[in-house]
């Protein structure tokens, strides 16, 4: 997220939340079970997907992470059994409804999905009500190898617990996307991976010191890159450098693709929020299922 669009996103917060009395937002986050961010809130309650739990063991766990107890949201078909395995990795705003939804989607597909709370030892992504804040105290704070080891930890936890890890996969939005694509490189099981407006490109750092584009050739799961074509965020000369460097990488990063949505924003996917578009959210969502059926998911 530049810094622009960091701006026009808190402004937009701050009408939106001025707008909205307080038991409204209130309201809106006991309505939705686990809650919604405080940086997103209010939610848009019209467009909000609210997927079912019947027939699902869906909620709370935690995953001891070498004695860290990391919570996360788990939705699986009750009594399942070498269920195929999916990771879903979390926008900055952390695992909040949307989030948990989206797990409970793919658990009514068949699929164990776990989506970690992989900034959580950071702090709080819900408490915070400033975009800029959320991202210079807890995002900015948060290292690639740590995520990558609690993803591995994620993926053991799945493995001791009804999961075919054989049959694992990833998908991931705004900042779970670049962690997809990194994930995808770090990662040998993963058989596919679906990221979705996932920053390609950007400066090495302690913390981040590799980026998508730099780690294209090692995939070892073709990854398919669902991108709006009006996202300021991410310009498609980025798309562009990233399609050159997966052309001269491992199988997996030639089998790679991207589909581009015109005129169309960042986050389109999420559909409490005012960006959500519903024929690219939908034609994106029955292009991961697809995607994980032809790899072997």
Known sequence: MNDNTLQDAQALLDARLSDTPPSRRT????AAGIGFAASVLPVAAQTVVATSSDGLLA???TIDVNGYAMPAYRSAPVGAKNAPVVLVVPEIFGVHEHLADVTRRLAQLGYLA???DLMARQG??????DIGQLMAQVVSKVPDAQVMADLDATVAWAARNGGDTARLAITGFCWGGRITWLYAAHQPQVKAAVAWYGRLVGQSTALTPVHPVDLAGKLNA???GLYGGADTGIPLDTVEAMKTALAVGSAAAKASQFVVYPDTPHAFHADYRPSYRKEAAQDGWKRLTQWFKANGV
């Open 27 to 30: 309201a809106l986050k006991v």
């Open 59 to 61: 909620g709370r766990i």
């Open 114 to 116: 776990i989506a970690p």
């Open 124 to 129: 709080d992504a819900a408490s915070f009500t």
């Open 222 to 224: 073709p990854v398919l």
